[in-house]
């Protein structure tokens, strides 16, 4: 059964950086698009970034673009999200999801598997 397992999330203060990963079991991992995800308390669940399969192609929210960078590694099966100039408002719950085939790349429900989270909180 391929399973999904976030790490990395904690306490940073404003301007710092934090290096999240998305551990994957099962052989067929570096088949999929890889996205992150992140939850604030109260509000929708909303893209971060995502990477093809391969790692040649990369997604990003416009929110996080030019601070944070995702990439992959297939033979490890680990996904990262490097997150740099963190701010208050990136504080939330960040999930990686696994990509199926349809649908859009910046929307959560073509993925249809995903990891139980990790806080990232950002003090300002």
């Known amino acids: 059964q391929v399973q999904l397992v976030e790490s990395g999330g904690g306490l940073v203060q404003a301007g710092g950086s934090l290096r999240l990963s998305c551990a994957a079991s099962g052989p067929t991992f570096n088949s999929y698009t890889t996205g992150w995800f992140r939850q604030a308390p109260g509000k929708e669940r909303e893209f971060v970034a995502a990477i093809s399969s391969s790692g040649t192609t990369t997604y990003y929210a416009d929110y996080v673009k030019g601070r944070f960078a995702i990439s992959r590694d297939n033979v490890k099966n680990m996904v990262y999200l490097q997150m740099n100039s963190l701010k208050h408002e990136d504080t939330a719950v960040y999930y990686c999801?696994?990509?199926?085939?349809?649908?859009?790349?910046?929307?959560?429900?073509?993925?249809?598997?995903w990891g139980q989270g990790t806080q990232v909180t950002v003090s300002s």
């Open positions: 999801g696994r990509g199926g085939y349809s649908g859009s790349v910046y929307e959560s429900r073509r993925y249809d598997l």
